[in-house]
């Protein structure tokens, strides 16, 4: 059967991939204690990789992770104790693994990276267990040879005795004897005979075992290997000899010898002494008759003591005459056929490859992995919608006023009906933080070593959901914020301790739901920023002028700025001041926000907030003459009636209103999205108070309608982006209503009020 | 139709197997570690149990112990998906009563072929 092995492999990589995660996370807990199920759960992820990546033919996978198995095999025998080396060695491993699977994935090759990081490995294992390992390695190799470098030993047999004396508890295995003869009667022709001597008195009998024993003479062109492979699962719970009935009295000795070595890891040699023979196939090719053998001893010998079972198998060869010489030398040609047209293959497949690549690209698709449960919850809500469903379709088929009551109660049923699968569906797409989360600790090991600290990394929450796609790119802002924190948040530990401090800087790892949003906060224990020194700074960049007025906030906000770095030596681990601007605009992307706390000598505190998802937004919907907009509802701060507002201008002719003590610029949305059409008088609208990114901004407009959930509905894929609107939704009564964004809106008026003011000048 | 109990942990692994199953006829159900095989192979009469060794739980080895102390898997065939080509291993899931094993890496036609060998 043609079965594609490649449509395996995207699964392969999921699970490879997470259970490299699982082998890091593993690994760093076994540093703080060490524990049996550790060292198992990290030996099975090696194990199953290595499993899959033999299957699916990732060579260089396989070998690399039968090294790791080998030693990690070791350490949960508890032979080989867990040291701090030996985690920074698999953790390096982790690491490599994990390009390799990136560069597989992406049809590259895999280049040379981890075969030093072999070599540790056998530099590791003692010198006797390399030995071992090279012969398992050339074990596995020889699996795909195997059928075929066994001919070139044996010689084709016409008739063979067979007697097989099973022991009584066989069938309890599931071995069925007279599967095996079956097998055997595939072969040629089979004649068997029954020794019922041992089948006790019928009152003795015990069905579930077994008695008998037989004789068995096959008439086949079939060699020893080929049948004693049939008795493989049994060979240890019978008697069995295997003879060929030509030249009884010299094989069966040779065959009994056989026999007994080739259990146990016997036959590892002698499958590796196999492949060595098929290695030299071409010398033997060009070779004569007696030389074929003579490259078979030579094999033999140079192999170790425990190969003596392959010596035997030479000698047989080399006792039966020319016959056995010339089928070796077809052997062998047919080997050397065989390879070359294996390497040509190779040569073929690889330009297949490289024009499958582009194709292959194009039709890997993301996929999400979701609990049971959820998928069970919606099955659930399925099921009832379904009842009400069909419960308000059978009111509607003779419907009359006296039944309004229940179509009431049907529809607000419906309602939520509809709003919990709404939300089980979106929660398929939701998947803890932790996920996040998780590739911290791995970076903080790391990064304090590198930066001589000593750093606690505390995790709570990190089983809040969130969406996969809010998720996806939270990760860099959050790794960046860890690493700003790890590198000049906390003191080194010279000035903790001067200061009175613990030696071991904490950063703690927040995430829990408010609200509509998901709150994630990464702290340090450290020395706080002080604010004197970010103003001075911003100051001598130019950012701000000399003697501005500007609270604790604002001032913190400032390192988020393009542009700003405090740090005196710029290092190579947080960067070049690059990087709080970009998480900060990262997470203004994702709809969120940042907000910064900090008290001098004790901490700082970043605070994110995150929407739950980006599909679905609990907007306020508002009138602006005949228009409907949406705005979200976590930006609204307040809302208030024109006639009681005091608007006045400044620079000209900025509208701003006095909200406490700061001036908010007043947006006219009549103006600004250029409404003609009346409805309703401009005196009697309202001033919209809202908030993005720490700016506050009045809109004007006519009036408040409803709050609602929306869809989001892209403007991007639809039409294309504006400024100042953030999508698109459609409301009940079927009209497309635009989402407003705040930041985008605040921006457009500065631009607009920039050109005007220059116009007039 | 011959039913087909297919363990394995790892999933690449279980759809493969499942797969080549599927394709030549048989009657799969899969089972990603030893505890959710045993629940399976009571609620449904398998004629062929297929398991890989390690797995997270219950290991390959205990759920063939477990299996043939059920009355229903006394004499079925249960193959074990095994890396370990060595004898130890062998013989510890022999010793366990499994029927006889599939040396990874394997090929679907060497997994059907081996199936095939076992169901009368």
């Given at each position: 059967m043609e079965i594609d092995l490649s449509q395996f492999h995207q699964v392969f990589f999921e699970e490879s991939f997470e259970g490299l995660d699982v082998m890091e996370q593993e690994l760093l807990n076994l540093e703080e204690d060490s524990d049996l199920e550790n060292v198992n759960t990290i030996f099975r992820a090696a194990h199953s990789i290595k499993g899959?990546?033999?299957?699916?033919?990732?060579?260089?996978?396989?070998?690399?992770?039968?090294?790791?198995?080998?030693?990690?095999?070791?350490?949960?025998?508890?032979?080989?104790?867990?040291?701090?080396?030996?985690?920074?060695?698999?953790?390096?491993?982790?690491?490599?693994?994990r390009g390799?699977?990136?560069?597989?994935?992406?049809?590259?090759?895999?280049?040379?990276?981890?075969?030093?990081?072999?070599?540790?490995?056998?530099?590791?294992?003692?010198?006797?267990?390399?030995?071992?390992?090279?012969v398992n390695t050339a074990a596995e190799q020889a699996v795909e040879t195997q059928p075929i470098a066994a001919d070139t030993t044996e010689d084709l047999h016409h008739y063979w005795n067979i007697q097989f004396i099973p022991q009584s508890h066989i069938l309890e295995t599931g071995n069925e004897p007279v599967r095996m003869f079956r097998e055997l009667k595939g072969m040629g022709v089979l004649e068997s005979t029954v020794?019922?001597?041992?089948?006790?008195?019928?009152?003795?009998?015990?069905?579930?075992?077994?008695?008998?024993?037989?004789?068995?003479?096959?008439?086949?062109d079939t060699e020893y290997d080929t049948i004693k492979e049939v008795f493989?699962?049994?060979?240890?719970?019978?008697?069995?000899?295997?003879?060929?009935?030509?030249?009884?009295?010299?094989?069966?000795?040779?065959?009994?010898?056989?026999?007994?070595?080739?259990?146990?890891?016997?036959?590892?040699?002698?499958?590796?002494?196999?492949?060595?023979?098929?290695?030299?196939?071409?010398?033997?090719?060009?070779t004569d008759d007696i030389e074929v053998s003579g490259a078979e001893k030579?094999?033999?010998?140079?192999?170790?003591?425990k190969m003596e079972s392959t010596n035997a198998i030479v000698s047989i060869s080399g006792a039966v005459s020319n016959k056995t010489s010339d089928v070796a030398k077809e052997k062998s040609q047919k080997l050397a056929t065989e390879t070359q047209n294996s390497s040509q293959a190779k040569?073929?497949?690889?330009?297949?490859?490289?024009?499958?690549?582009?194709?292959?690209?194009?039709?890997?698709?993301?996929?999400?992995?979701?609990g049971i449960d959820k998928v069970d919850t919606l099955i659930d809500l399925v099921g009832e919608l379904v009842i009400t469903q069909s419960m308000l379709s059978e009111l509607g088929d003779n419907f009359t006023m006296a039944k309004l009551n229940q179509l009431v109660s049907g529809l607000s049923e419906l309602e939520q009906n509809t709003r919990e699968l709404q939300e089980s569906v979106m929660r398929i797409r939701m998947l803890p933080i932790g996920f996040v989360f998780n590739r911290l600790p791995r970076m903080v090991r790391d990064l304090s070593s590198q930066l001589g600290k000593k750093v606690h990394l505390a995790i709570k929450g990190e089983s809040t959901e969130l969406d996969k796609t809010v998720m996806e790119q939270i990760g860099d802002p959050l790794t960046h914020?860890?690493?700003?924190?790890?590198?000049?948040?906390?003191?080194?530990?010279?000035?903790?301790?001067?200061?009175?401090?613990?030696?071991?800087?904490?950063?703690?790892?927040?995430?829990?739901?408010?609200?509509?949003?998901?709150?994630?906060?990464?702290?340090?224990?450290g020395g706080g920023i002080d604010p004197d020194v970010i103003y001075d700074k911003a100051v001598e960049k130019g950012m701000i002028q000399q003697g501005e007025e500007l609270v604790k906030e604002q001032i913190l906000g400032l390192i988020m700025e393009p542009g700003f770095s405090t740090a005196a030596v710029v290092s190579d681990v947080s960067g070049r001041g690059v990087g709080m601007d970009v998480v900060k605009r990262n997470i203004n992307n994702l709809g969120g926000s940042v907000e910064i706390e900090s008290n001098l000598g004790k901490g700082t505190t970043f605070t994110i907030r995150l929407p739950l998802t980006l599909a679905i937004l609990d907007g306020q919907l508002i009138r602006v003459a005949n228009e409907v907009y949406v705005l979200p509802l976590v930006s609204i701060i307040e809302s208030i009636p024109l006639s009681m507002v005091e608007i006045s201008k400044i620079a000209g002719d900025m509208k701003v209103y006095k909200l406490h003590n700061e001036y908010v610029p007043i947006i006219d949305l009549r103006e600004e999205f250029v409404i003609q059409r009346g409805g309703g008088a401009n005196s009697e609208g309202l001033l919209a108070i809202v908030e993005g990114e720490n700016r506050k901004i009045a809109l004007k407009i006519d009036d408040l309608m409803g709050q609602q959930q929306v869809v989001i509905k892209s403007l991007d894929s639809h039409y294309k982006s504006i400024q100042g609107v953030s999508g698109a939704t459609i409301l009940g009564d079927g009209r497309v209503s635009l989402i407003l964004d705040i930041v985008g809106l605040a921006k457009r008026a500065a631009i607009r009020a920039n050109h005007r003011r220059e116009k007039v000048a | 139709m011959t039913k087909i109990l297919a363990v394995d942990d790892s999933a690449s692994m279980r759809q493969m197997v499942t797969f080549t199953l599927k394709s030549a006829g048989f009657d799969?159900?899969?089972?990603?570690?030893?505890?959710?095989?045993?629940?399976?192979?009571?609620?449904?009469?398998?004629?062929?149990?297929?398991?890989?060794?390690?797995?997270?739980?219950?290991?390959?080895?205990?759920?063939?112990?477990?299996?043939?102390?059920?009355?229903?898997?006394?004499?079925?065939?249960?193959?074990?998906?095994?890396?370990?080509?060595?004898?130890?291993?062998?013989?510890?899931?022999?010793?366990?009563?499994?029927?006889?094993?599939?040396?990874?890496?394997?090929?679907?036609?060497?997994?059907?072929?081996?199936?095939?060998?076992?169901?009368?």
């Open positions: 899959g990546s033999a299957t699916f033919n990732f060579k260089d996978v396989a070998d690399f992770t039968h090294v790791m198995e080998t030693l990690l095999d070791e350490m949960r025998e508890g032979s080989r104790p867990v040291t701090r080396e030996i985690i920074d060695l698999l953790l390096k491993s982790v690491d490599c693994l390799m699977l990136n560069k597989i994935q992406d049809d590259e090759p895999v280049g040379e990276a981890h075969c030093e990081l072999i070599n540790s490995f056998n530099l590791l294992l003692s010198g006797e267990a390399i030995v071992e390992t090279e020794d019922v001597s041992k089948v006790p008195d019928f009152d003795e009998l015990v069905p579930e075992s077994c008695f008998l024993s037989w004789r068995l003479r096959l008439d086949a493989e699962w049994v060979e240890d719970e019978c008697e069995l000899t295997i003879d060929n009935a030509e030249e009884p009295e010299v094989k069966k000795q040779d065959v009994k010898k056989q026999e007994v070595e080739k259990q146990g890891p016997i036959t590892e040699s002698e499958i590796s002494v196999d492949t060595v023979i098929s290695d030299k196939e071409v010398t033997a090719v060009e030579t094999t033999g010998d140079s192999s170790s003591d040569v073929k497949s690889t330009a297949v490859n490289e024009e499958k690549k582009n194709q292959k690209k194009a039709t890997s698709t993301a996929s999400i992995r979701v914020l860890v690493r700003n924190a790890l590198d000049h948040g906390l003191e080194s530990t010279e000035q903790r301790i001067a200061a009175g401090k613990s030696e071991e800087g904490t950063v703690t790892l927040n995430a829990f739901h408010q609200g509509g949003n998901i709150v994630i906060e990464v702290s340090d224990n | 799969v159900t899969e089972a990603s570690d030893g505890v959710e095989a045993l629940k399976a192979a009571q609620s449904k009469a398998f004629d062929v149990v297929i398991s890989d060794v390690n797995m997270p739980n219950m290991d390959g080895l205990t759920l063939v112990k477990k299996l043939r102390a059920l009355g229903n898997y006394k004499f079925i065939p249960i193959l074990m998906l095994t890396t370990e080509s060595s004898g130890d291993k062998k013989q510890a899931g022999r010793a366990a009563g499994a029927t006889g094993w599939i040396v990874k890496p394997f090929n679907p036609d060497q997994l059907l072929a081996t199936v095939k060998k076992v169901i009368s």
